[in-house]
């Protein structure tokens, strides 16, 4: 097996070393890194947060160090086709966070993400527990989530931790809601989420510093080597905490607080260690990019509050590298217009998940092992046909491994998926644009003597428009249909508890969106806004059922139908006051027929998510080489939620206020960042009543040379 593996990934990197290379992460490369909080509308129905969003990205390369800027908002409208003829995806609804909405200290990649209209969290307890996300009331498993272009979910529950992502590296987090751009290599049921890494740019040096509640602790050094044609990144970062917050422990008695009782968290303390190199080169219109990282994080696993297991141990691994390239095949009549190019990457992602529970306090397994390997390689080529018509033809593969050692239990499975997919975007005189994104998979599973060639043969697409109306004002839609192959682990199984079920269908999902975009601006004013309505229909959901005494089974539950609307709009004034903010309603329901239970409302969707913002910025002060200080405040509100299929645990409704500031000073070379988090000290719970963190203080201190 190790044989197959060298050469598989021998062959990518030698195909990719015989073409000039450039680079796109996820199918699109980051710009430069702006901490100002934009929003703009262009070529794609999207909104941005710390950064203006407009679905896509260009492929600058660049990135710019850290730092405060104004409250900015970057209003661009693309009227006529760009030069280069880079075919672009503007229907989806999108949304972009980058610059200080993911710079605030002691901040995670739930916290960032909750904040997005449409996607909603899922956490375990602290900063280093299990935290997932989902798109319009899809489950974590139907959302595809990537890292540096690499798909995170796993292949044993198809979710993807976020906790494990470091926000601290990034360059921007793209969320696309409903429908996926046509360069994801999963359409997603719910939509995908791209989180972007920074890319190397210029000289200079870095160091952070970093503390907060709850025993957290925090060092970080990055460095930056290079030029226009060549750069390289180094960057390194601990993390650890104690992770020992009070919660209020009501003995399973939520309405008679007579029981109630004060208690602190046990074994919830971390230490993790992340590594991360970039590097890229440049030769004419050609550039090459190569991303690695590893991350190893050691970790008490509390468990459930109630139970409170006080010996039990995890240890978490994760090492992925990647490598793409681009570069053209073919040029028009303007020499500097690419017309054609060819783009192949080739990724590895490695994880480990170990758990040591000597007393048992988690189940019958005393000692779990589970490791997950997973290959990937494409070749992509993009031309433009004409100045009406770009198209897109693709082809990938993907090769993964799942293996799962237990006490007195041994798994072994893997997959092979073949892929084929086309896009064309097509312009319709000046104003409309229409995509269409179609692929077809061929899904090869086995375990042990059980080999299914193709056992899975699915077609997935979609179909978006966008007309725009007027300069500032423009609507776009789609309707697409997305697949969700059952995981190797619901498959053949994950232990002798959860068993596996070879049975499974497919999850299929229809989507339906559309939406609306404006703005407006003058000299001293600039407003934004995006409402999107959307219907997303759901067959042969995945769910768990007891099979026998102490064993759960998969099965295909039933079918969901989600319906909703997503509000997001927000005001600079001045270049001195911010605001902002993000609505979802949401109608989460079983329309499974010959249901047992009254209750149709689909567990853990909250009905109502809100997350309204303000900041202020005050100007320079050069007597204190004070460059700009800032002062924010934030809310997040989510509705009460159900935590089983019957309606008869309700997880109440919550809200968190926030505050922060920073301070740059020196040019905005040194930096100083705070954050109080859930400053009222409200009681939030998440995952099945799960306790999060009361009251918190971050305090960050970063310097760049």
Sequence with gaps: MASRWLKALTGGLVLLAGVCPSWRASGEAGRAAEPAVRASQTSGGGTEQGGAGDGTLDDSGEDDPPEDGPPVIDVVVQGTRPTAPRPTDPTPASYVLRGRALELPGLTAADALATVPGVQTTRSGGAA?????????????????????????DDLTGTADVSAIPLWMLHRIEIYRGNAPSHADRLGVGGAIFFEPRLPSGRRAGAALGMGSFGEQEGRAALMLGGPQAGALVALRHHAGAGDYAFVDDGGTRFDDSDDVLRRRVNADYSELDAWTVGRMTLGASRLVMVAGALSRSAGAPGLQLIGARQTRSRRH?????VSSETPCGQGQDSEAMTCAIELSSGLLVTRYGLRDPLGELGPERNVVLSGERLTQRLRLKTSLNRWLDLNIGGSQELGLLRIDADESSHRARRHVLRSDISALGRVGEQVQIVGVGALECHSTAAGAVDQTCGVLEPVGRLGAR????????????????????????????SSVVRGNSDLEVEQGLTVDLGVSAHWANHSLATYG???GFARFT?????????SFGAIRPYNAGNAQVLGAELAAGATAWRVLHVGGAVTALDPRDVTRGRTVVNDVLPFQSRLVAAPMLEVVAPSWPLLKLDRATVGVRYRYRSSRFADPAGLIVIQAD???????????????????????????????????????????????????
């Design 129 to 153: 527990d299990l935290a997932t996300a989902s798109v319009r009331g899809a489950s974590s498993a139907q959302t595809p989530i990537y890292l540096a272009g690499l798909r995170l979910n």
């Design 318 to 322: 994760r090492w992925l590298t990647g």
């Design 530 to 532: 995006q409402l999107v």
């Design 539 to 547: 067959d042969e959901l995945i769910a768990y059922r007891r099979s």
């Design 467 to 494: 007309w725009q109306m007027l300069d500032s004002l423009s609507v776009h839609g789609n309707i697409g249909r997305a697949v969700r192959v059952p995981t190797l682990g619901e498959l053949y199984g994950i």
């Design 655 to 705: 809200g968190q206020l926030d505050l922060d500031g920073s301070l740059s000073f020196l040019d905005r070379k040194i930096a100083l960042r705070w954050r109080l988090a859930n400053l009222m000290n409200q009681r939030t719970f998440d995952l099945v009543g799960y306790p999060l963190p009361g009251r918190a203080g971050h305090v960050m201190l970063e310097a760049w040379w």
